[in-house]
């Protein structure tokens, strides 16, 4: 089974970066296509990125040329550098093996917080 260890959030200034990453355990990370979600307060979980094992990359339309996520198959990681942050960013951000729907089909993780505040 897959296990997922995001890490990397953290309390940052409106217009600042953070970098998320997403260690993945398990041979299936080189032949998945993994994505970011993140969940804000009250609202449900989005997708925000995803990337297919060769660099094939979706972006949620609310990323805007803000965010850029990457891989790493040797180390079984996924990445997410997210700049110019705005308030409403502030999410709990979780790494997942997305379907052609998609759809996470992990267990998920714990989550990294990601709060953008003054």
């Known amino acids: 089974q897959v296990q997922l260890v995001e890490s990397g959030g953290g309390l940052v200034q409106p217009g600042g970066s953070l970098r998320l990453a997403c260690a993945a355990s398990g041979s299936i990370f080189n032949s998945a296509v993994m994505g970011w979600y993140r969940q804000a307060p009250g609202k449900q979980r989005e997708l925000v990125t995803s990337?297919?094992?060769?660099?094939?990359?979706n972006y949620g339309k609310f990323v805007k040329g803000r965010f850029t996520v990457s891989r790493d198959n040797a180390k079984n990681t996924v990445y997410l550098q997210m700049n110019s942050l705005r308030p409403e960013d502030t999410a709990v951000y979780y790494c997942?093996?997305?379907?052609?729907?998609?759809?996470?089909?992990?267990?998920w993780g714990q989550g990294t917080q990601v709060t953008v505040s003054t």
């Open positions: 990337i297919t094992p060769f660099g094939i990359i």
């Open positions: 997942n093996l997305v379907d052609p729907l998609g759809r996470p089909t992990a267990p």
